[in-house]
């Protein structure tokens, strides 16, 4: 069982290294992250771009819909 365990653990340390990661290792300090940091901004700006369009396309919806269903 423990010997399963290590050589598991073993197989993915190799997979790890051959794996490309979103850092340079030459850089030192936070600069080292930059493509990263790059993307999460890129998400972050096109999340608050999606979640605006849903709630104006939402807010316009219901005041459509609000409009013509009145009871007055």
Do not use: C
């Not at 459509?64 to 009871?71: D, E, P, S």
């Amino acid at each position: 069982m423990i010997a399963k365990v290590k050589n598991f653990l073993g197989e993915v340390k190799v997979e790890l290294q051959k794996a490309s990661w979103p850092w340079d290792p030459k850089e030192k300090g936070f600069r080292r992250y930059k493509e990263l940091t790059d993307s999460t901004l890129v998400v972050v700006i096109a999340m608050l771009l999606l979640g605006g369009y849903v709630a104006l396309f939402d807010f316009v919806l219901v005041n459509f819909v609000h409009f013509f269903t009145r009871l007055h």
